[in-house]
């Protein structure tokens, strides 16, 4: 086990483990709170951290072989430790969200397991203003509008959903507006959810 009071050491540290940390937390914020799947974070650290040098290896090259003392030689290598990460991890973060890799991989006939763990972390990680439909588990209906002020849960353990405009539902499927009221739904409660697109007002998509 490497001698953690090495100063070499720790600078190896610095070096493979904190662009990857950096990268997965950042594509985290994206992801519903989901990093890579691997055994070991460290694992995972060191693992993103040779794919993010291995894309950046010209800036790597260019700031290994500085040596004259005019070059910003800290600065550099702040970037490429710190910054360039963030990036890295921001564009799988949205690689992610917008499915690009994935897409590209089924339109060459492949056929990749899908990044997102659940339909629930699939449908409300990217999902736009809409209305909704729904159903718990004692037969109780309602409609709703899900816009910013909604809130739908990241946890894994506890798919709660918060609906910042509920409608009551008759026997007849009309929606009656009981006033500006919000209902914080828990996670065992819910059976099903219908979804409906919201138009803005003027917008004629």
């Not at 963030?86 to 056929?111: D, M, Y």
Request: a negative charge.
């Amino acid at each position: 086990m490497p001698d953690l009071s090495s100063l070499g050491n720790l600078y190896l540290i610095l070096a493979f483990l904190v662009p990857g940390l950096i990268a997965l937390f950042v594509r985290s914020q994206f992801v519903t709170g989901r990093t890579l799947p691997h055994g070991a974070p460290l694992l995972s650290y060191l693992t993103v951290s040779i794919v993010y040098y291995a894309l950046a290896l010209p800036f790597v090259d260019v700031v290994v072989s500085m040596r004259e003392p005019g070059y910003p030689k800290a600065l550099s290598w702040f970037t490429l430790i710190f910054v360039g990460p963030a990036i890295f991890g921001l564009l799988l973060g949205l690689n992610v969200q917008k499915q690009l890799l994935r897409r590209l991989l089924r339109w060459c006939g492949l056929n990749p397991v899908h990044v997102m763990p659940t339909a629930w972390d699939w449908k409300f990680g990217d999902m736009r203003e809409q209305w909704v439909l729904v159903t718990l588990k004692d037969g109780t209906r309602f409609g709703g509008f899900c816009g910013k002020d909604s809130f739908m849960s990241s946890d894994p353990a506890e798919r709660d959903l918060y609906i910042q405009w509920v409608y009551d539902i008759d026997d007849e499927n009309n929606w009656t507006s009981p006033g500006t009221k919000g209902a914080l739904i828990g996670a065992g409660e819910i059976r099903t959810i219908e979804f409906w697109p919201y138009h803005p007002p003027g917008d004629d998509t």
